[in-house]
């Protein structure tokens, strides 16, 4: 069992309202990749200024195409996990009692959605999503088990299709940094779970939690980070085993 202060789960039980924020780490148990673990993520495989970028689209489609479909079909051969589900818990729980949960990933897996949680803020975009550079027209591939035909691939008005991901130097989609910042500022717990908080803009969540006063703060994660002494309670382990220990003490309080 992990050591979970008392105060930590009798205010979470408590609380109006909770914002979680993940990242990689909570879906690294379903065998999906990370991108900063020193030997296991995949920024220590791949250059991600020539994959993750617009530039590295525009320089080489097929490449960058090839190797997000890869891993788009990657993760549809995974499933959540016990930390997914966890949330899934402390969502209908919370909201069950009348009380506030959002979820803000910056994850493309949609592994949230795939465990049963509901509104999910997605910082980042959608893997299983394809988009029309020309239209902006969405292409679901979530369910196509398949590769596609080509690479790169084409949608019926001659554009190229790119994964609905935001790259490096780009903005994110309209208005979700925005919510998450105003759930979070009024929120009384945030939760940042298996994030390296390395990547702004989802990083500077946690400031705005920080800095709007009486939210109190949560790290779950396998190691330390740049933001841990930001944070009131930081809780070291695996989200799998944490969150099932710590949303389990919430409500089986009662
Ligand atoms: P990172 O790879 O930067 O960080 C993953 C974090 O998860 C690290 O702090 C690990 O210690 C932690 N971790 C690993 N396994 C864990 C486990 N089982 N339980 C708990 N923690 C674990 O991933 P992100 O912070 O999500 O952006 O990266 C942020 C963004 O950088 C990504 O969304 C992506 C990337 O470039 C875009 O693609 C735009």
């Not at 893997?127 to 979530?142: D, F, H, K, Q, S």
């Not at 991901?165 to 925005?178: I, K, T």
Request: net charge negative.
């Amino acid at each position: 069992m992990t050591e979970i202060p008392d105060e930590l789960v009798a205010g979470l039980r408590d609380a109006f309202s909770v914002v979680v924020l993940t990242g990689a780490g909570v879906s690294a148990e379903s065998g999906i990749p990370t991108f900063r673990d020193a030997l296991t993520g995949l920024w220590a495989e791949y250059d991600p200024m020539e994959l993750a970028t617009p530039e590295a689209f525009a320089a080489d489609p097929a490449r960058v195409s090839r190797w997000y479909d890869e891993r788009r079909m990657a993760v549809q051969k995974c499933e959540p996990n016990a930390g997914h589900v966890a949330l899934v818990q402390l969502e209908q729980w919370l909201r069950g009692r009348g009380r506030k949960f959002n979820l803000v990933t910056q994850n493309v897996d949609r592994l949230h959605q795939r465990a049963g949680s509901v509104d999910v803020i997605e910082l980042h975009g959608s893997i299983g999503e394809w988009r029309c550079t020309e239209t902006g027209a969405i292409v679901n591939l979530a369910d196509r088990k398949e590769a596609l035909e080509e690479y790169p691939v084409r949608s019926a008005c001659g554009g190229l299709l790119r994964p609905n991901v935001v790259w490096f130097g780009e903005a994110l989609p309209y208005g979700v940094m925005e919510k998450a910042e105003r759930l979070t500022g009024g929120a009384e717990f945030f939760l940042s779970i298996g994030t390296s908080a390395e990547v702004y803009p989802a990083a500077g969540l946690l400031e705005v939690a920080r800095y709007q006063g009486g939210v109190k703060t949560v790290e779950v994660n396998k190691a330390g980070t740049v933001a841990s002494g930001g944070f009131k309670w930081c809780l070291r382990g695996a989200s799998g085993v944490i969150l099932p220990d710590l949303v389990g003490q919430v409500v089986g309080g009662g």
